[in-house]
T-cell receptor
Framework: EADIYQTPRYLVIGTGKKITLECSQTMGHDKMYWYQQDPGMELHLIHYSYGVNSTEKGDLSSESTVSRIRTEHFPLTLESARPSHTSQYLC?????????????FGEGSRLTVL | AQSVTQLDSQVPVFEEAPVELRCNYSSSVSVYLFWYVQYPNQGLQLLLKYLSGSTLVESINGFEAEFNKSQTSFHLRKPSVHISDTAEYFCAVINSNTGKLIFGQGTTLQVKP
């Protein structure tokens, strides 16, 4: 079963604050992803990583940044949050030995910027 | 470029009725197709996948999907739904150029008693 954890689950903050959304997985997966999900909209890939010290921007431009210093950890940071960043952020991971497209998702972090 | 279109944003249905959630994709190459489910306040879970072989694939909870190459569709069906099937369902396809998943807009299945 999937073991991928996101914190916080819910976060309400004011404009201009710096925030970090945490994502950790205990499965030893090499690939990790961040998706942004808005109601009634498809999931958009904003960042991905294929291994330690490897990060790439996804299909949707985002002002957030990510890092991958350890295999199990893939945090996402917003230096200065704005109301336009209000969304749900989903972290996922996958194993290159598994079927392409078979992702394991965390429960999401719902961010509200006032 | 590949894309996925889910034709219904919401599907209300009564318990024990059959349901079909529609998904069409565009691709000029071989595809891998997926259905993911998101229960309220949870992350997405893989429901079923088509990679090759039999065009009809099944999940452990009674859902099935059929890959139809001529109609470029991968509709999800269940002959009799339960209240517990209430969730958001996402169709997805692998982008053959980048190897990344492309998701549809999602369909909310609302099962009423």
């Amino acid at each position: 079963e999937a073991d991928i954890y996101q914190t916080p689950r819910y976060l309400v903050i004011g404009t201009g604050k710096k925030i970090t959304l945490e994502c950790s997985q205990t499965m030893g997966h090499d690939k990790m992803y961040w998706y942004q999900q808005d109601p009634g909209m498809e999931l958009h890939l904003i960042h991905y990583s294929y291994g330690v010290n490897s990060t790439e921007k996804g299909d949707l431009s985002s002002e957030s940044t990510v890092s991958r210093i350890r295999t199990e950890h893939f945090p996402l940071t917003l230096e200065s949050a704005r109301p336009s960043h209000t969304s749900q952020y989903l972290c996922a991971s996958s194993d290159t030995t598994r079927v392409p497209g078979e992702l394991f998702f965390g429960e999401g972090s719902r961010l509200t910027v006032l | 470029a590949q894309s996925v279109t889910q034709l219904d944003s919401q599907v209300p249905v009564f318990e024990e009725a059959p349901v079909e959630l529609r998904c069409n994709y565009s691709s000029s190459v071989s595809v891998y197709l997926f259905w993911y489910v998101q229960y309220p306040n949870q992350g997405l879970q893989l429901l079923l996948k088509y990679l090759s072989g039999s065009t009809l694939v099944e999940s452990i909870n009674g859902f099935e999907a059929e890959f139809n190459k001529s109609q470029t569709s991968f509709h999800l069906r269940k002959p009799s739904v339960h209240i517990s099937d209430t969730a958001e369902y996402f169709c997805a396809v692998i982008n053959s150029n980048t190897g990344k998943l492309i998701f549809g807009q999602g369909t909310t299945l609302q099962v009423k008693p």
